[in-house]
């Protein structure tokens, strides 16, 4: 029976890792004050320990630690196929391999002093921990795998965040200095503990720590939590072994079949089955590539929750389209994943790395050529083609040169991006210097060729900015980083405005606005788009590059 919604297990597990790895951070750092003194380790723990060794804080931590590794449990209870990613399972065996290594750190740190009266400062827990070469080895594999289990839980929440592409460089370097500093800061405060702490080629005095060591009363609590924990997990997967009320049957199209326990997801099915299955973010539901077409078998299935629900709205999917990762089928079921070609028997091209969609705040350049068919058809098919290649050669440089990629040309005309690195508010700036650029380009191409064209070269583009979807799209060779959205159709009906006004730029008040610049003096028009219902306040800009008055000068 389930006492607790998935969403409030979710938020729970996610909250209690919060709260542990805020405290573990702070541990670390602590250990890296070892590079300056073992002084300087205690000021920084009896200023931590206002916080966590206050009775808030501690009651807080404990709760936090004993949460998470009840929502650890119930997670692996729940999982109905050992199959997963290798960072999933390498951050399910680290989180429970961290009581049995942790275990002999906090009796000593926390239990004994109150079973002893006596606290334990910097100084003291650095010669408990180095009067065996075990006891600090135990201690630094600890601290690597504790630390190594925060990331991947903070990878796995943070990796399809719209903002975590920005600072994934940064969040990359902390996560590897952190545990570098804490080791070298740990090994440094041992080093310069005082001679008369090093006897016998230890740090420390060994019977007082054999006498702490050896006390029956901490002895048996670590030997309780030992077992303890290890029948906590025993437990969880005695429960997984336990038979199943009943088997359902997955059916796909091809004819392949999956046999699985009550209680499995869809996606849990194709796993235990080896039948391949997308899923971007792990099967966690905060994606859509999952989903399937349930063809057989829906009647009498359990309704979405609140967050399968969202998910489903949004993407405005049909009443017979469920995430697989969320739907736990009650009876047969015949399904059709919607993003798995190989699960439909056709062949499927090998998805590049970090190829899975992402949701970026993007700026968004179309621009054309206006009549250059006119202008083609009275030259040689060589010469338009080194026309072209000047052309696209001046977009190149005009979009690459503002900070943004290009995404494909597509004839006479590109399609560019700003935003995939910096701000959304930067990714406007950049998308207008853009346009000011090629218009400046168009007509250093026009006073170079003005002796063969019979007409000049004129642009049209169309600027917006918004939400896209930025991932790998295409198939095989012609597999391109490509976007796809509302975004991306508004830029292009604003580049056909610009022709039907006659204009070189139509550019949404939106992205001027996020910009943070006025265009005041231009053209300010309310206009519809096909196949939208919210009107969009648009300016016209006849001479796109009029607008280097408006945007802040280069550095």
């Known amino acids: 029976m389930t006492i607790l919604s998935a969403d409030i297990r979710k938020k729970a597990h996610l909250v209690s890792g919060a709260v542990l790895g805020s405290f573990v951070l702070c541990h670390l750092i602590n250990h890296s004050l070892g590079l300056i ?63 049995f290594l942790l275990i002999p750190h906090v009796v000593a740190a926390r239990v004994e002093p109150i079973l002893t009266g006596i606290n334990a400062d910097y100084p003291m827990i650095l010669r408990g921990l180095w009067s065996h070469a075990s006891n600090a080895s135990r201690q630094s594999v600890a601290l690597l795998l504790v630390w190594g289990h925060a990331c991947l839980g903070a990878w796995f929440w943070m990796r399809g965040r719209s903002w975590f592409a920005r600072y994934e460089i940064l969040l990359y370097t902390i996560a590897i200095l952190v545990p570098i500093f804490a080791l070298f800061g740990f090994v440094s405060g041992a080093r310069s503990l005082p001679p008369v702490y090093a006897e016998h080629g230890a740090y420390g005095d060994r019977a007082s720590i054999s006498r702490s060591q050896n006390s029956p009363t901490a002895e048996d609590i670590r030997l309780a939590l030992y077992a303890g924990f290890t029948g906590l997990i025993g437990g969880a997967l005695a429960l997984r072994a336990l038979p199943s009320r009943g088997r359902i049957r997955v059916r796909y199209p ?82 059709v994943p919607v993003l798995d070609n190989d699960s439909l028997g056709t062949k499927t091209q090998l998805a590049r790395h970090n190829g899975g969609g992402r949701e970026r705040q993007v700026a968004v350049l179309f621009c054309d050529l206006r009549d250059f068919t006119r202008i083609a058809e009275h030259r040689l098919p060589y010469d338009t083609v080194f026309l072209l290649n000047r052309y696209f050669q001046m977009v190149g440089e005009a979009v690459e040169g503002s900070g943004g ?151």
């Open 254 to 335: 091809d004819g392949r079949v999956a046999a699985v326990s009550l209680g499995f997801s869809v996606l849990e099915a194709s796993r235990a089955a080896g039948i391949p299955h997308v899923s971007v973010c792990g099967g966690r539901g905060r994606c859509s590539t999952c989903r399937i077409r349930i063809i057989e078998g829906l009647e009498g299935q359990p309704e979405p929750d609140a967050a399968e629900l969202a998910t489903l709205t949004r993407i405005g999917a049909p009443n017979n389209v469920r995430l697989a990762c969320q739907f736990r089928p009650v009876h047969n079921v015949t399904v």
């Open 37 to 99: 003194s073992v002084g300087a380790m205690e000021a920084g723990r009896r200023t931590l320990g206002l916080l966590w060794q206050s009775t808030p804080g501690t009651v807080l931590l404990y709760s936090a630690l004993l949460l998470h590794f009840l929502m650890a449990l119930d997670s692996l209870y729940r999982r109905q196929t050992l199959r997963m990613p290798v960072g999933e399972a390498l951050k399910i065996v680290f989180g429970l391999s961290l009581p």
């Open 405 to 555: 990629v290009i995404d494909k040309f597509i004839g006479d005309g590109a399609l560019a991006i700003f935003g995939l690195k910096g701000s959304y508010k930067d990714a406007c700036l950049q998308s207008l210097t853009a346009a000011m650029r090629l218009s400046e380009g168009v007509r250093a191409l026009n006073q170079t060729f003005e002796a063969e064209l019979r007409h000049p070269l004129r642009l049209a583009i169309g600027l917006h900015a918004g939400p896209a979807i930025i991932g790998e799209m295409g198939y095989g060779r012609a597999t391109s980083l490509t976007a796809v959205g509302d975004t991306i159709n508004i830029a292009s009906r604003l580049e056909g405005l610009a022709k039907e006004h006659d204009c070189e730029l139509a550019v949404s008040v939106e992205l001027a606005g996020r910009a943070g610049i006025g265009l005041d003096g231009n053209r300010r028009l309310d206009i519809s788009l096909r196949g939208r219902q919210a009107r969009l306040e648009t300016w016209i800009v006849e001479n796109a590059a009029e607008i280097s008055k408006a945007l802040p000068a280069e550095d």
